[in-house]
């Protein structure tokens, strides 16, 4: 199936990597901020004095347990009786209501169901009795009563007070930490902002490659910081907040961390989810809190990362207006721009939902300036490929520009991975430098996914799929408008069989209608080939049809590309945010147009069908000789493909790089800094393997 590099289009335009922060001016007012771990000492104490009180507790119960006589059996009144009147009574100690003592002879007692002989007990008597000893005295003279002395029984007294104790150490535990706004008990009111700090490792606008404009906003705000009275002069106001859009991965979060470290200001960093909670109006206190902190610390920046998560429309879907959500929403507009001024403190958010965010949190004065953060161009892409690139040995033939120009679409994420997969495979093949091989390498397993090699396919199986990619092949280069092709392959890689991968020469802004009807006719020339060669489609053109139709109802819905219904847009839909945005639509069109679309996108579709067919059908014989090299290859590169459409004969199989399990270092190092990504001489015929 047909593969192609994530590119922008007219509905989601290219994006840019990470940012920048200003710094403080020399001679600023530095401004007394807690250090850092100044609540250390206190916290410690406390836990120190926690883990006393409780060693010393449990040294109380051990030697309480020890103390204890575990000899003693819990007796019956009635059974303590019958040894009296037997005159089987040793010896008693006699303590108000308590009675312990020893027998003459073992008795029995059933404990539990179970008869066992005892020679010392103790019971707890209904109420005292004074004639007891006489009793005693009376049956056996010779028996030895005791009275415990009074002031003796401290062990019982103190027992009697821990309940109390415990109860006033936890209820002063508690009220000190409500009023000295701890994290743990009763502190889920209070913010829960991280303040960064010098001592944290830094990350600055040197760190930060791409969205050159963002960068220039950011700094702007920074040098307003610093030097506030440059601007004032002129009668300009500090701006109170500044959000950053765009798509996952484009270094939204990095450019504010940027922005932490160039700023010589507090900078508070909270998530948008830790304000939401389950009980209501405690999203709505941690947003007081902070903006509390805030003006006690102004001027100082506040960042709030994914603000979407508590920044949607108000009063949207089935939950109302009352809840947690739209409560904490209510506070922040009214923290930002409301009855009280919070001068000094900017607010900084991100996103990459910015149509779902309420139309109140976006107006000027409020979010004064909204920064798109873009896809980067290619000179953005060797940006960051030098900034992830600094810490990493690169071989002598590396070229970063090269590399740039071939991940059209990739984000600042794409790229950082890329580098560090093209680390990992370095280090698993025991080279002490990154080559371009690696890089390359690392690029198709981030483009096309990882291959699979213990997928085992039958030889008719591995046939189909090389008829299928060299379908795809062979119509991208035949015609004009599509992109060039970069790399084929039938080796199982991710979620696809096999691969082909095509590679725009420019970053593109917009599509024409000829470009998006030859990307058509590519995608459905696999399935061509497979009818041609198999006499019956299969199922591995599923994601080939998937995408055609979606860009064939596009060119008609929303791109005006249908000359029978015109420049008209379609795909306008009334959608609630909180129903899942698609269970809940509205069409302005009639039954009547929509059949008039589905007829427009079946004849687009077969229109590119019928082209990639009278293509393959002319070019049979190229078709199977492409199919053919590919079974016996594996994977073939634009220049090979070429040398085979031209019917040249191609150099022979190189063979694939394993890795070195034993290899000196002396060899690899040699062979790194030779860095041959070029191939080995040519061997022999015979000796060629595929």
């Not at 200003?22 to 926690?50: E, Y």
């Not at 010779?142 to 006033?168: H, M, Q």
């Not at 080279?431 to 291959?451: I, S, W, Y």
Request: charged residues 30%; proline residues 7%.
């Amino acid at each position: 199936m047909s593969e192609e590099p994530k590119q922008s289009t007219p509905d989601s335009p290219p994006e840019g990597e990470q940012n920048n922060g200003p710094t403080a001016p020399p001679g600023d007012k530095q401004r007394s901020r807690p250090k850092p771990g100044s609540g250390d000492s206190s916290r410690t104490l406390r836990n120190l004095s926690l883990w006393v009180i409780i060693v010393l507790l449990a040294l109380f119960a051990f030697q309480l347990y020890s103390g204890r006589n575990h000899d003693e059996r819990e007796v019956s009144y009635t059974w303590f009786r019958d040894q009296v009147e037997a005159s089987n009574i040793r010896k008693v100690t006699v303590d108000e209501r308590e009675i312990r003592g020893e027998l003459l002879q073992p008795a029995p007692i059933n404990l539990d169901g179970t008869t066992v002989q005892t020679t010392k007990f103790r019971l707890w008597i209904p109420a005292p009795d004074p004639e007891l000893p006489d009793k005693i005295y009376e049956k056996n003279p010779k028996a030895e009563v005791r009275g415990k002395p009074a002031g003796t029984n401290w062990i019982t007294a103190l027992i009697s007070w821990i309940p109390l104790i415990v109860f006033l150490g936890i209820w002063i535990f508690f009220m000190r930490q409500m009023q000295s706004g701890g994290n743990r008990a009763f502190s889920f009111g209070k913010s829960r902002a991280r303040l960064l700090t010098g001592n944290q490792p830094r990350v600055t606008f040197d760190d930060v490659a791409g969205a050159t404009e963002a960068k220039e906003e950011l700094g702007e705000i920074i040098d307003f910081l610093k030097d506030p009275r440059k601007f004032q002069r002129l009668g300009g106001k500090i701006p109170k907040g500044a959000l950053l859009l765009g798509a996952p991965g484009t270094g939204k979060t990095l450019l504010a961390r940027a922005v932490a470290g160039e700023a010589d200001v507090p900078f508070f960093s909270m998530s948008g989810s830790d304000f939401v909670e389950m009980f209501v109006g405690v999203g709505a206190s941690r947003v007081r809190d902070l903006f509390e902190q805030g003006k006690k610390s102004a001027p100082c920046i506040i960042f709030i990362d994914e603000l979407d998560a508590v920044g949607r429309h108000r009063g949207a879907g089935l939950g109302g207006g009352h809840d947690e959500r739209e409560q904490t929403l209510n506070q922040l507009l009214v923290e930002m721009d409301g009855f009280e001024s919070n001068e000094g403190v900017i607010l900084v958010a991100a996103t990459n939902r910015p149509d779902v965010l309420d139309p109140a949190l976006l107006r000027p004065g409020r979010f004064d300036r909204q920064i798109v953060v873009d896809m980067p161009d290619a000179k953005g892409r060797e940006g960051i490929l030098r900034v992830h690139s600094r810490k990493i040995p690169l071989g002598k033939k590396v070229d970063l520009e090269i590399l740039a120009r071939g991940t059209p679409g990739f984000s600042g994420a794409d790229l950082a991975n890329m580098v560090n997969e093209a680390a990992l495979l370095a280090a698993r093949r025991d080279r002490t430098r990154v080559t371009m091989q690696e890089l390359e390498d690392a690029k198709d397993k981030v483009m096309m996914g990882p291959e699979r090699r213990s997928l085992i396919l039958t030889d008719e199986e591995r046939k189909g799929i090389a008829y299928h990619e060299a379908g795809h092949a062979l119509v991208a280069v035949r015609l004009p408008s599509a992109d060039p092709l970069h790399k084929v392959t039938i080796i199982p890689r991710g979620q696809s069989l096999g691969s082909t991968l095509q590679i725009p020469e420019k970053d593109k802004y917009k599509l024409s209608k000829q470009y998006c009807l030859d990307r058509i006719a590519v995608l459905l020339a696999g399935r061509v080939a497979d009818i041609l060669v198999g006499e019956e489609p299969t199922t591995g053109a599923s994601d080939d049809i998937e995408k055609a139709s979606k860009l064939a109802r596009r060119m008609v819905c929303e791109w005006g590309m249908s000359e029978h219904l015109g420049p008209i847009s379609y795909a306008q839909k009334e959608e609630q945010i909180f129903l899942g945005r698609e269970i809940s639509q509205h069409r302005d069109y009639s039954e009547k147009t929509a059949v008039a679309i589905d007829e427009e996108v079946r004849a687009i579709i077969n229109a590119c069908e019928e082209q990639a067919r009278g293509i393959l059908s002319s070019e049979i014989d190229t078709l199977h000789r492409l199919a053919a090299v590919l079974l016996e290859r594996e994977v073939l590169d634009r220049k090979e493909i070429e040398a085979v459409l031209e019917g040249r004969e191609l150099p022979p199989v190189r063979a694939r790089r394993e890795p070195r399990k034993h290899v000196s270092k002396a060899d690899a190092k040699f062979s790194d800094e030779a860095d041959t990504e070029e191939a080995p001489p040519p061997e022999p015929p015979e000796k060629a393997s595929s």
